[in-house]
């Protein structure tokens, strides 16, 4: 179903349970084979040429996650180019990361390493919103292990996962290595308890989240979830209230807001509120008229739905127009209170909450109001105030891997506690899933304007000039030596 259009594009049958036994049956034989007889070089060529029919075919695979869920054409050729950029990554690198480690013994004889090893068969769960994107940072470091993937893609995605599965096979890839079935839910349950599985990859809602983990765990499976978030943008003292506003638009409306990291909830001190919500509401109501849709009618609905309960609760909401189908408009709600079952929902889609808070104590409590944060962003003045941006990143109790900007995907966690699905299952773990592509994009990030801590906090601040950002990357780089 096209969601600009609300026209049918084309029916797709769910796999019969014989044709979800033999991807399963041919992802196993893949992994006894294949994994075990190939080297390292050979999957590393494989994901190069992956990578290369990603770039050649940009313009086919945008187009059709264009028709799928509504993506500008523009953001879906990013997202296209950069799941290219991670496959070749992975290419380049994997035998960097699969190389024995050798571990100096306290005491005694003999000799001891850590090695990655493949394990077999891993399940990849995958959401729509961002449907290449989100299969490579799965497939890629497992691929490039040895373990073979079936991709079981959200069912509005059908084309998208198909034209993948065509491109792994047009790449090389033996039948088997990575395999797309359009299953049902009850079937996918029974793939999660199949023996021939070793692990679980799903970024998803909790609920599903909640659902994946159970069935896994019942199995003794391996599980890697990453759900929900409803992430704070702190505002406190920037210097260039104007870019820290067009800051926080990016951060919250990317993806027509339907990104779980994004910054959905606008905590402004306040004495800044006033100035920034004037500019803020002005800039977001000026994206009504290049407004894409949501993925589907019913998540504009839903949207729809909370937004009223909002207001129900006292909330003001402010749009330049209704609903029309899968168009939602850009909004802001203010006037939420913190109290309210609203300030605990996520709102996954061109919505922003604006806060005022009195202080920063105030906006830390505030920010751990909700379970699900991702990420979280601070704009401050003067980056002389290292010290307190070191004592309240401890106080985000919902992030368990530190404050982090919203664009630092190499890190951020959720309540679950799961690191993302990027580090391979039975795989490279911990900051070793990155590697260096992780220094690629914390260095980018440091071009864009984030500070980085000696403890590997990120903050970003608008104020800050090129050679503040250059002196702190020399303690980025000692940061990363360590790891």
């Not at 909640?210 to 702190?234: H, M, W, Y």
């Amino acid at each position: 179903m096209d969601p600009a259009s609300g026209k049918l594009v084309k029916e797709y049958p769910t796999a019969t349970d014989e044709a979800v036994d033999g991807a399963l049956d041919a992802a196993a034989k893949a992994y006894a084979q294949w994994s075990r007889q190939t080297t390292v070089d050979r999957r590393a060529q494989l994901l190069n040429t992956v990578a290369t029919l990603h770039c050649e075919r940009s313009g086919h695979l945008a187009e059709i996650i264009h028709r799928e869920m509504g993506k500008p054409v523009d953001e879906a050729i990013a997202e296209v180019e950069f799941s290219a950029s991670i496959y070749r990554y992975y290419a380049e690198n994997a035998e960097t990361f699969l190389t024995d480690e050798p571990i100096e013994l306290l005491e005694g004889e003999g000799t001891a390493f850590i090695r990655r090893q493949p394990v077999g068969v891993l399940l990849g769960i995958m959401p729509w919103n961002y449907p290449y994107y989100q299969v490579a940072r799965f497939a890629a470091p497992n691929l490039a292990l040895g373990n073979t993937i079936v991709l079981k893609h959200a069912s509005q995605c059908p084309e998208s996962s198909a034209a993948l599965q065509q491109l792994f096979t047009d790449a090389g890839y033996p039948q088997g290595c990575y395999v797309n079935v359009h299953a049902t839910g009850g079937q996918i349950a029974r793939v999660i308890a199949d023996p021939r599985v070793r692990g679980v990859s799903f970024p998803g809602s909790e609920k599903a989240g909640a659902e994946v983990a159970e069935k896994a765990g019942r199995s003794l499976k391996k599980v890697v979830l990453e759900l929900g978030g409803s992430d704070p943008f702190i505002v406190l003292s920037p210097h260039d209230l104007d870019a820290t506003v067009q800051a926080a638009v990016d951060a919250r409306f990317e993806n027509a807001g339907q990104a779980c990291n994004a910054g959905k909830r606008i905590i402004v001190a306040e004495d800044l509120y006033d100035a920034f919500l004037d500019k803020f509401t002005e800039k977001v109501l000026a994206l009504t008229d290049g407004l894409a849709p949501l993925s589907s009618v019913a998540a504009a609905e839903y949207i729809e739905e909370q937004v009223e309960r909002a207001v129900d609760d006292g909330a003001t909401f402010v749009s330049a127009r209704q609903r029309e189908g899968a168009y939602f408009p850009p909004g802001v709600l203010t006037g939420v209170s913190p109290t309210s079952p609203s300030a605990a929902e996520e709102l996954f889609g061109p919505v922003a909450t604006v806060y005022r808070v009195g202080s920063e104590d105030e906006a830390v409590e505030l920010a751990n109001g909700t379970p699900a944060v991702e990420a979280t962003m601070r704009v401050l003045a003067d980056p002389e105030v290292y010290e307190q941006l070191e004592r309240t990143s401890s106080e985000f109790e919902s992030l368990v891997g530190g404050a982090l900007g919203s664009s630092a995907d190499f890190g951020r966690f959720n309540r679950v506690g799961s690191l993302l699905q990027y580090v391979p299952v039975g795989g490279a773990t911990g900051l070793h899933g990155t590697g260096g592509l992780w220094t690629e994009i914390l260095e980018g990030m440091l071009r864009q304007g984030f500070l980085f801590m000696p403890s590997g906090k990120v903050f970003l601040s608008t104020a800050h000039t090129t050679a503040d950002i250059e002196a702190t990357a020399e303690a980025l780089h000692q940061l990363l030596a360590k790891l």
